[in-house]
């Protein structure tokens, strides 16, 4: 991709927002991700949150891996990783 979304991290492993466009999807899910947590919460309960939550991590993490960088995940150590160069 030539402008990723997503890159891998610099320290430890994952991902982490790139640019403007993974910062907005990532605050697009904090966002949903709490409102669907406390509608869930006043009209179901707990088990409701936890699985609007689950729903919504199965469609933000498919997008992140798809505008990702797509280098591999490990675990890194910046500046002596030769794969961020």
Do not use: E, Q
């Not at 927002?17 to 907005?24: F, L, M, R, Y």
């Not at 936890?50 to 891996?65: N, S, T």
């Amino acid at each position: 991709m030539k402008d990723p979304w997503f890159v891998v991290k610099r320290y430890g492993v994952g991902l982490s927002p790139n640019g403007w466009k993974g910062w907005t999807c990532t605050a697009a899910f904090i966002v949903i991700a709490a409102a669907g947590t406390v509608w869930a919460h006043r009209t179901g309960g707990a088990l409701r949150a936890i699985a609007a939550i689950a729903l919504l991590l199965l469609a933000f993490v498919p997008v992140m891996l798809l505008t990702s960088d797509r280098k591999p995940w490990r675990w890194r150590w910046d500046k002596d990783d030769d794969a961020l160069k």
